[in-house]
């Protein structure tokens, strides 16, 4: 059950933090590029809108898997490490930047879209891009953290 708890919690961690690093450092200069406000906001909000069902699937089972190793084979939050504690609360952080990015500026986004307002989409963008950004650099430290913690802090 452990291996197969494990093995979940990662593949959630690469689809998420991978799909950011994606959208950030390789989607967004080519979109910023080559296209102008009207198709880039849309393609955006396309991109979101199929993006985001994983990540609100990746967020429930790293939370899951993430608690139940801890309370069903670690013996609960008295029994981990400290870098699973911070895992945890890392983690938590990001769970709250996707909360914050999903009913704040991209649903001004979808509605700026929709009402063809390239104006405030562009400043929802802006905004979605700034904590995506911050978002993937937590993730990659979470990653490393939560990989490497073990050997380096006992
Ligand atoms: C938010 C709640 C989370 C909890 C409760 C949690 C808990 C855990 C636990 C208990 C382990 C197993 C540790 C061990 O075997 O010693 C683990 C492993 C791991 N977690 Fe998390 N985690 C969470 C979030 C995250 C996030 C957000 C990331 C990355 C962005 C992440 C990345 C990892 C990685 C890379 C491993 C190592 C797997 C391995 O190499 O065996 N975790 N996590």
Excluded: S
């Excluded at 952080?93 to 405030?120: C, E, N, S």
């Amino acid at each position: 059950m452990m291996g197969f708890a494990v093995l979940l919690h990662v593949m959630a961690v690469v689809i998420w933090v991978g799909g950011m690093f994606f959208a950030y450092v390789v989607l967004r200069p080519v979109a910023a590029g080559q296209l102008e406000p009207p198709a880039r906001l849309t393609l955006w909000a396309g991109v979101f809108g199929r993006f985001f069902p994983w990540v609100w699937a990746c967020v429930g089972v790293v939370l899951a898997t993430g608690l139940w190793m801890i309370f069903a084979v670690f013996g609960g939050m008295g029994g981990v490490g400290l870098y699973v504690h911070a895992m945890f609360g890392l983690g938590l952080l990001m769970m709250l930047i996707f909360f914050h990015v999903f009913f704040a500026p991209y649903g001004r986004l979808k509605r700026a879209v929709a009402a063809q307002d390239w104006q405030a989409g562009g400043k929802a963008l802006a905004q979605i891009r700034m904590l995506v950004g911050i978002n993937t650099l937590i993730g990659l430290l979470t990653i490393a953290v939560g990989a490497a913690g073990r050997y380096l802090v006992p």
